[in-house]
């Protein structure tokens, strides 16, 4: 007994005194995660000593001089009292029956009867050991089973309630379930689908009586509360934890574009200061430049045709011809592939960036009758124009994939100035659209239709048939743009 004191002092920094009369006797007891008075306590009652505490905080322990009967009495008083009871008659509200066979099953009938003494009945017809923690107050069962165990006896007792029950080696503690020793730990692993988002679609019951945290590295979730609720989260988590299809997705990109412009005209003036030299192309364009001394020698070549006779133009004289035909035809294809899981978004994004320089003055001297210095300060800032996708796919349970698609292409155009943003055309679509497994759909919809008439020329001479021709300059030009997009997923477990 010594040496059980010495190593309860030093473990607990507690004071214990023994008697003399049991300094040599051996004792045994073993009893985990109790407090201090109530480990005293037992292991007193059950090497048959008594425990007593005083004012300074010491135990001591002495023989057990009262005869057994009273000693035991306060252990079995509610054995004692549940068998005295008087009971209700059979069938009558807050009456319990309960029968066990041969092979330890049990056999209940109970009408509004109270959960206690059903389960202290059971357990001592059973002959199982047990531990009231926090006997359930106020609490009333109505059931009828056959052949159960006296685990669904209390599975289904406290189903619902606060109180739970926990089998630890062959010892049952009842009580409620935050009572310290009832509440269980356990990682809830998944094997199927990642950690992320599972928390947030746990049912808000969960939540609330369970304490439940992310085990990234271990694609788990550790739980911390009642065991019979942690069950249900088990029960839960192996619902949802279902293989999420891997949708790859092959998107064909096909732009086209096709343009053709013409321009006619004929052009004279004066420049003093560069004087023109003839020169050109002929064939295929036709844009020549006439300088004039080319001009003075065909005006000689139509003198000597006939009565008319012109006049000779001046050194700073010259005259362009302009006659240009372009067409042109640009197919651009694209084949990426992108792969994502169900209910998640790919993008696919392809284009350019452009700077521009936004400039900012500060007026550091403010008087305004002596003027003020200006600090002036910019930066380059980026602006992008892309050709964008994004999809997000829905896998349902017959391997149709809902499509959600977003497009939207954007191109530069003319700056303002320098240093200034380019100017942006955008044109979006969004589409829904549901599609079978390995099937390609055609999305169109983003066409480009330009067409420009313009021209300069004399005023009232421009518009006369044939003469028109030598007092204006004439531009057609027509762009066609068209893109399509052919899609198509492929499902992947």
Known sequence: MPAVAQAIIDKSGKNVVLAPDIKTIKVSSYILNRPFEQVIDMMAKSNDLVATKDDN???????????????????????????????????????????????????????????????????????????????????????????????DLLSHVFKGKKYTYKNQDGFYLIGEQSTEGLRSTEIIPLENRS??????????????????????????????????????????????????????????????????????????????????????????????NLGSSSVNSLIDAFNGLGLLKLGKVTDAFYLNLKLLENNSIIKIESTPKIATLSGHEATLSIGETNYYFEQNNRILNNNIGNGGDILQSGTWKPTEANLAVKIKPYVSADENVTLNINVEKSAFLGRAGENAPPGKATQQFESLVRVKNNEMILLGGLDELKKENSGTGVPLISRIPIIKWFFSSKKKAKGNSKLHIFIKPTIVY
């Open 57 to 151: 905080g010491f135990y001591y322990l002495e023989k057990n001089t009262l005869p057994k009967e009273a000693n035991s009495s306060s252990v079995s008083n509610n054995r004692n009292s549940n068998r005295n009871k008087q009971k209700p008659a059979s069938g009558s509200e807050g009456s319990y029956d309960v029968e066990v066979d041969n092979q330890g099953f049990l056999t209940v009938k109970a009408n509004v009867a109270d959960a206690t003494d059903l389960l202290i009945e059971a357990a001592e017809k059973l002959n199982v050991n047990y531990f009231i923690y926090n006997k359930p107050e106020n609490e009333k069962t109505s059931l009828l089973a056959n052949k159960i165990t006296f685990d």
């Open 195 to 288: 950690i992320e988002s599972v928390l947030q679609s746990l049912p808000k019951i969960f939540n609330d009586k369970v304490e439940i945290k992310e085990f990234v590295e271990l694609n788990s979730l550790i739980a911390s509360g009642a065991k019979s609720t942690i069950e249900e989260l088990k029960l839960y988590i192996k619902q949802i934890d279902k293989v999420v299809p891997l949708v790859q997705i092959e998107v064909i990109i096909v732009q086209y574009n096709k343009s053709y412009d013409v321009q006619t005209g004929l052009k004279a003036g004066l420049d003093k200061l560069n004087k023109a030299q003839t020169g050109g192309v002929l064939f295929p364009t036709t844009d020549v």
